[in-house]
Nanobody, 125 residues
Framework: QVQLVESGGGLVQTGGSLRLSCAAS????????MGWYRQAPGKQRELVAT???????NYADSVKGRFTISRDNAKNTVYLQMNSLKPEDTAVYYC???????????????????WGQGTQVTVSS
């Protein structure tokens, strides 16, 4: 199986920056798409950004120009650099791995939508 562990959340003032990291662990696996989602209190979880193993990125309109997603395939880690933060960015941020392939018990297995435990980002006004 594959596990995701996020880090880097915290409290920051409006206009500040934070960098989130998400490390995937397991044995003999590959991940096609990694991404970040967020969920604010009382709202549904929403896409923030995704990146494929080939480096293709996709962003929510609300974060374009402010957030940058990147990925280190050798370390199985995805990052989210968040600049010019706004109070409306306050949420729990979740790392996601989609289209996961892992080798176990002499065969390949496939997973979709593996989630991390989430990390809180709070932007004060």
């Amino acid at each position: 199986q594959v596990q995701l562990v996020e880090s880097g959340g915290g409290l920051v003032q409006t206009g500040g920056s934070l960098r989130l990291s998400c490390a995937a662990s397991g044995s003999s696996f590959s991940i096609n798409v990694m991404g970040w989602y967020r969920q604010a209190p009382g709202k549904q979880r929403e896409l923030v950004a995704t990146i494929t193993s080939g480096g293709y990125t996709n962003y929510a309109d609300s974060v374009k120009g402010r957030f940058t997603i990147s990925r280190d395939n050798a370390k199985n880690t995805v990052y989210l650099q968040m600049n010019s933060l706004k109070p409306e960015d306050t949420a729990v941020y979740y790392c996601n791995a989609d289209r996961v392939t892992y080798y176990s018990s002499f065969s390949y297995h496939y997973l979709n939508d593996v989630w991390g435990q989430g990390t809180q980002v709070t932007v004060s006004s």
